[in-house]
């Protein structure tokens, strides 16, 4: 991966800005002191440099990846709030492609010579379907940044990658791979889930050298509309293979959110005008058994021909919605009227299709799951990017005494503040890939514990406790302590057990249970 100065997306920033969230403050520090007595210009100094603006970034890394046509450009402009990735089957969703906010909407190519150039985004941002008009050929582009006014929402601080579908490739190529390496989390999107995406998934975490687990994946069950035989209420049926998939999953990721992705889109995003709620009003108005029967297929529905729409207006509408979101648009229509007047306008139907979508069950979990971990999986990452640099260092014959003695200096500050808690949790990752691989035997609550320990953004989600409400009782703390012992004996019983892969795993959870208690019992 490219350390350089601005890092492996081409980003930059003052480092001065200083980095968000205790963890990786220290990991700053480590930096800081560090800096100074290094070789100016060096691999090091480049990596500490890299890292410290990475700190400075004001939010985490998502990675959107999954099948090839699996809906992950379609998410990721539902989570940016504007159609901003190109979807469909074009040669631009096989580029790399990071999004961030910018004081004017322009794409920065990144060529495989390395070059880099600027072209004018299209009107309202982001990519172009026809790559031509990205002044080089596909072949020639290593990947794009996509700069857009405005920036994120305040309830979105992201930056986040699309990735090409993993059957464009053999695997993922060095460019996929090293933008995984980049993120801080991963969104596998996957539209009808089987023995591919387990496949899939367990390719990724092998390529990505073990980094994306449960700890920081989370599956998204996209166009929930397409399950079954694509008929009535698609959503009982969605739960229930989003529940049977997060336990066939476990360990490569901590749940499965099922999302309407096409719907999401439109709803979070700034395309739907009041004409449009006009075109669903007329809709609304028709027949409801023409109207079923139109919604069958989209085919069905662009030749209507004795429909309420003309032809611009079932594919304006189709394109905005597709069949589901349409019929509960239709659906949503009476139920907002409230009286006599023309109906509801494109406020209220934003509204009931955002609900309808699921996307604000999948924003809460990337809230519960990423955000509040933003620190944990940023410094973690930043600390693994700091050691390989520092043992690189050491292996050589380059470093002179003094530059040695700060190289061990660092290394000893990385372990020690792996030490913490939080950042232990990353030592549990290979624990839920062997898990995930059927490496790993388990007892069902054993396997709930690991899960807790390994995902929990707090002691108390650690220890499967509720979180205590401001100002903990002396007896909240000390069933805490007690709880945390408890897990510790569990575990140090498995790791005296015959597999020396539960040996293994039970001793990093036994002596992360322990820091817990102490942690707990501390004054």
């Known amino acids: 991966m490219n350390t350089g100065p601005t890092g492996p997306t081409g980003f930059t920033g003052p480092a001065e800005a200083g980095p968000t969230g205790g963890l990786c403050g220290r990991v700053d520090a480590l930096c800081r002191v560090a800096a100074p007595h290094l070789p100016p210009g060096g691999p090091v100094a480049a990596a500490l440099a890299a890292v410290r603006l990475r700190l400075a970034e004001p939010g985490l890394r998502i990675a959107v990846g999954g099948r090839m046509n699996a809906g992950k450009s379609t998410l990721v402009n539902a989570l940016l709030g504007r159609r901003l990735a190109a979807t469909g089957a074009t040669e631009c969703t096989t580029l790399v492609a990071w999004f961030r906010g910018g004081v004017q909407n322009r794409l920065e190519v990144r060529r495989t010579d390395g070059r880099r150039y600027h072209v004018p985004g ?159 009003r007329r809709l609304a108005a028709a027949p409801r058994d023409d109207l079923d029967r139109a919604l069958y297929s989209p085919h069905e529905f662009l030749h209507w021909p004795d429909g309420p729409l003309d032809a611009p207006g079932r594919a304006r509408v189709l394109d905005l919605l597709g069949c589901y979101g349409i019929g509960a648009a239709v659906d949503a229509v009476p139920a907002l009227a409230g009286g006599p007047g023309p109906g509801p306008g494109a406020r209220a139907l934003l509204a009931a299709l955002r609900e309808a979508s699921g996307i604000d069950v999948l924003l809460d979990e990337i809230g519960r799951r990423f955000d509040a971990a933003a620190d944990r999986l940023r410094a973690a990452a930043a600390l693994g990017l700091l050691d390989e640099a520092a043992r690189t260092a050491l292996g050589g014959e380059g470093p ?77 703390a000390a069933h805490a302590v007690r709880t945390a012992a408890e897990a510790a004996a569990r575990w140090r019983q498995l790791e005296s057990g015959p597999s020396r892969i539960v040996q293994r795993h039970a001793r990093t959870a036994r002596e992360l249970c322990e820091e817990l208690y102490f942690r707990a019992a501390a004054p």
């Open 400 to 476: 002179d005494p003094a530059a040695r003695r700060v190289l061990d200096d660092l290394r000893a500050g990385v372990a020690a503040l792996r030490r913490h808690p939080l950042l232990r949790q990353t030592e549990l990752a290979p624990a839920l890939a062997d898990f995930a691989a059927g490496r790993l035997r388990l007892s069902e609550p054993d396997t709930e514990s690991l899960l807790r320990l390994a995902t929990g953004t707090t002691t108390a989600a650690c220890l499967g406790l509720p979180e205590p409400a401001p100002g903990t009782t002396a007896s909240q």
């Open 122 to 280: 299209r009107p309202g941002g982001g990519i172009p379907r026809d790559v031509t008009l990205l002044g080089s050929a596909r072949e020639e582009i290593e990947e794009i940044v996509v700069e857009t006014a405005g920036g994120h929402g305040p309830g979105r601080p992201w930056t986040l990658v699309d990735t090409p579908g993993m059957d464009t490739l053999s695997g993922l190529d060095g460019v996929a791979l090293r933008a995984l390496g980049a993120a801080d989390a991963l969104l596998y999107v996957m539209p009808h889930p089987g023995a591919g995406d387990a496949e899939a998934l367990e390719s990724l975490r092998r390529q990505a050298h073990d980094r994306m687990t449960a700890l920081n994946v989370v599956g998204v069950l996209s166009r929930i509309d397409e399950l079954g035989d694509g008929t009535g209420d698609p959503w009982p049926r969605a739960r229930r293979v989003a529940a049977t998939y997060t336990t066939r999953l476990t360990g490569l990721l901590s749940g499965v959110v099922p999302v309407a992705g096409l719907l999401a889109q439109t709803a979070l995003g700034e395309e739907f005008t009041e004409a449009d709620a006009v075109l669903l």
